[in-house]
């Protein structure tokens, strides 16, 4: 039975918990253009953010939404928009702006087989790298990926708060098992999770900066109406938000916008871990995956192999410290994915402890199985 | 480990509420009853027609794959659904088939119980079979209080339809309370297997 005398637990999908998540982070935005996997995020949004005196926007397309996302959240509403692979495609000219004026702001991508339309309704992991350099030029930009009820919420406040902490856009990649499997969950009160919201300049207007370097490297940032008068440009700008071309302006802007992510690592790379402790082989897993992995690790277990699970929640940047210290303590290293081999190739690209890298990809439209994952243990 | 797993499958065409019949399943279970529970489903592109599956895991600890592995009860509500859905059900688990849709079962641990028919003469409306079916299961499973069931489907449907669907609820409930399910073979594997 479940210990939870005083907490009423409530039946939610994934899809549910992320738009439970974004409100409690303090959410009151959402424009979108409704799209399988991922209409139930549009669908009580449009329900619940007009209650809360948020606003909620259908807009004629993809490109449309998460520009309005763009213009809600330099007003100071911390803003959502979610959609699947097409969508997603569509988005990836705008978010490279949202990345280059530092713009926070959340996108759901729950996918499904593509490319192109695709297989609507089966789960796939095929975005991971898309999500990563789906836009072009050297971007910073940070990836989450869930794989519960559970973590829809916790997942989707942690975007909330690197995105606003970090100015930056947050992609959370969802699946279409996760978005519509439904688990009893007892969501934390607004009491029991913390919120970060962006920092407000604390200077008069006339003395504004607004792209000024500070020892975070996230400038302060200004909302319009504030009275801070700013420039907004996805050109490379100088402190002040203006087009430049020179080089040492240009250099010094693209570092700090890297090194804003770099210097947050311990904040933003998160991996969970089950049953490592004494593990021989780990299974490196995200989103729905991880949770097959998780049976196959307690199985092989029980059958007295030393297996462990190493669950990715933080895709990029690549978690790469916590990792290399799981392939030096483990011989072989299984990378289950619903693609063709996203994620291996990270990991083989920080393997320097020689230890063994076993992709297994599944692409027929259905989850990876715990048996399949178990197989590859057991023959490690 | 997978003996603590209690696994329902649900399984008919597009459009006959076999999906919504599982969510209530697992809302009784897992907001009422308070047990872990993992509802999953899939289903093709069209809005009707096409095979339809929806998948109830239940346990006592937290649940970590969250599909069906061994199902422990089918409910089949039409013969493609069924011939599609049989092939992973356990020796000893249980069949339940709307018998006006399914004639040729493909065990002998299996229930028949005329759903459709029962929704059209006792309710007036096909439109509930599930909830007849959903009764059966809920009755025969022995997973789910059912007086658990009976809140969560009056939670989950339609304002206006609660006694409509509860009426249905509790038909499937009377219906399969005349089933003796001791009649049927413990296993469809021979006591003979058992002893090799």
């Known amino acids: 039975m479940v210990d939870s005398e005083n907490v009423k637990r409530v039946l939610l999908q994934g899809n549910e918990a992320i738009v439970a998540g974004a409100l409690a982070a303090g959410c009151r935005f959402f424009a979108g253009y409704p799209i399988t996997p991922a209409s139930e995020i549009s669908e009580l949004l449009s329900i619940k953010l007009p209650e809360l005196g948020g606003t909620f926007i259908q807009m004629e397309d993809e490109i449309a939404s998460i520009g309005a996302v763009i213009g809600a959240s330099l007003a100071g509403t911390k803003s959502l928009t979610a959609t699947s692979g097409p969508g997603f495609s569509l988005m990836q000219e705008n978010l490279g702006y949202a990345c280059v004026a530092e713009v926070p702001c959340v996108i759901v991508n729950v996918m499904r087989g593509g490319p192109s339309t695709g297989l609507p309704t089966s789960p796939s992991q095929g975005d991971v790298q898309m999500a990563r350099w789906g836009t072009h030029g050297d971007h910073p930009i940070i990836v989450l990926a869930v794989s519960s009820v559970a973590d829809c919420f916790s997942v989707t406040v942690k975007a909330f708060n690197l995105s606003e902490k970090y100015r930056v856009p947050v992609i959370i990649l969802s699946d279409e098992v996760v978005a519509h499997t439904r688990e009893a969950v007892a969501l934390p009160g607004n009491d029991q999770i913390r919120v970060i919201d962006r920092v407000a ?7 504004y900066k607004p792209y000024a370097d500070n020892n975070r490297g996230v400038p302060d940032m200004a909302n319009f109406g504030d009275g801070y008068r700013h420039h907004v440009t996805g050109l490379i700008h100088d402190d002040m938000g203006y087009p430049t071309q020179n080089p040492q302006e240009v250099e010094k802007f693209y570092k700090r916008i890297h090194s804003k992510i770099s210097k947050g690592f311990q904040d933003i790379q998160v991996t969970k871990t089950f049953l490592m402790e004494d593990a021989e082989i780990c299974v490196i897993a995200y989103g729905s995956v991880a949770r097959s992995a998780l049976k196959a690790v307690r199985t092989a277990r029980e059958q007295g192999v030393k297996a462990g699970l190493v669950q990715l929640v933080t895709l990029f940047p690549f978690p790469r410290k916590s990792v290399d210290m799981y392939l030096r303590q483990c011989r072989v290293a299984i990378v289950p994915e619903m693609n063709m081999g996203q994620i291996s190739r990270e990991i083989t ?20 199985s715990p048996d399949e994952i178990l197989k590859r243990i057991v023959k490690a | 480990m997978s003996d603590e797993r209690y696994e329902v499958r649900f399984s008919g065409s597009g459009g006959q509420g076999i999906i919504t019949a599982a969510v209530i399943l697992a809302d009784a279970i897992g907001s009422f009853d308070n047990k872990f529970v993992c509802q999953t489903q899939s289903y093709g592109p069209e809005a009707r027609g096409g095979k339809s599956k929806a998948e109830v895991v239940i346990s006592q600890s937290p649940i970590d794959y969250p599909k069906a592995l061994e199902v422990d009860l089918l409910l089949a509500m039409t013969q493609t659904a069924c011939d599609a859905y049989f092939f992973d059900i356990k020796p000893e688990g249980l069949l339940i088939v709307d018998s006006g849709l399914v004639q040729q079962l493909p065990t002998s641990r299996a229930v028949s119980i005329p759903f459709t028919q029962i929704a059209r003469d006792v309710i007036g409306r096909e439109l509930v079979a599930n909830m007849v079916a959903l009764g059966a299961v809920g009755y025969l499973c022995g997973q789910v209080g059912l007086g658990s069931l009976e809140q969560a ?3 989950r449907v339609p304002k206006g339809t609660e006694k409509m669907n509860s009426e249905a609820l509790q038909a499937g409930i009377e219906e399969a309370r005349k089933i003796d399910l001791d009649t049927l073979p413990r296993s469809v594997l021979s006591d003979w297997e058992d002893e090799l």
């Open chain 2, 153 to 155: 489907l009056l939670a």
């Open chain 1, 201 to 207: 300049p604390d200077v008069p207007p006339e003395w």
């Open chain 1, 349 to 368: 690209r920080i393997n320097q402890a020689n230890c063994r890298i076993v992709k297994h990809n599944r692409i027929d439209g259905h989850l990876i």
